[in-house]
């Protein structure tokens, strides 16, 4: 089976850094993803993990320990246009199973 | 086109009403998937299509939901006599396929309601 989790909200500042953590426990694993999705839109994309390290992608960066079962995402400089929700999702085969998601919201 | 479209955007049927969802796929994307989102909660799995092969059909949660692919393109997810709990997002979502990498590219879903 899969098991994924994430904090169901964060609150943070324009400016600041926040940090998304996501563990799982799945039946295999063929990578992790994030998403971002603004209310009432589509989910997109935002990064990939395979193997254990850091990714950076402008201010969005992520982290995954394939063997603690852990991953973050890392969203600095807040803006306003974060505030959003943001799915980790986790890929067996070709079955990305998704965590019930992470609201942001940013403040002035 | 551009991107993963879904037909309707918003749907509101009448229970015991039938109902289908169209989804037209990325260009050249042969995997396609079906998700649904309810409110509060993770997007759901519900069927993966993949070129020629037998679809994934083990997300469905009950016979009522059937789902095909004609052409290894548009895909029409129908859902019979339609119950009050089938309210949620459906989302449809193509890739590449067969390549781990490769991110799912989502449609805007579409609402179902069910009166």
């Known amino acids: 089976g899969q098991n994924i989790d994430q904090p169901t909200e964060m609150t943070a500042t324009e400016g600041a850094i926040v940090q998304i953590n996501c563990t799982y426990q799945?039946?295999?694993?063929?990578?992790l993803f994030w998403y971002q999705q603004h209310a009432g839109e589509a989910p997109t994309f935002l990064s990939y993990?395979?193997?254990?390290g850091l990714e950076e992608k402008g201010r969005f960066s992520s982290f995954l320990s394939r063997s603690k079962g852990y991953s973050y995402l890392l969203l600095k400089e807040l803006q306003m246009k974060d505030s959003a929700s943001y799915l980790c999702a986790v890929r067996n085969d070709y079955k990305l199973s998704f965590g019930a998601g992470t609201t942001v919201t940013v403040r002035a | 086109g551009a991107g993963v479209s879904q037909s309707p955007s918003n749907k509101v049927t009448e229970k015991g009403k039938d109902v289908e969802l169209r989804c037209d796929p990325i260009s050249g994307h042969t995997a396609l998937y079906w998700y649904r989102q309810s409110l509060g909660q993770g997007l759901e799995f519900l069927i993966y299509f993949q070129g020629n092969s037998a679809p994934d059909k083990s997300g469905l949660p009950s016979d009522r939901f059937s789902a095909e692919r004609t052409g290894g393109s548009v895909s029409t997810l129908t859902i019979q006599r339609t119950q009050q709990e089938d309210s949620a997002v459906y989302l449809c979502?193509?890739?590449?396929?067969?390549?781990?990498?490769?991110?799912?590219?989502f449609g805007n879903g579409t609402r179902l309601t069910v009166t």
């Open positions: 979502a193509s890739s590449w396929g067969g390549t781990e990498g490769s991110p799912l590219h």
């Open positions: 799945t039946s295999g694993f063929n990578g």
């Open positions: 993990n395979v193997l254990d």
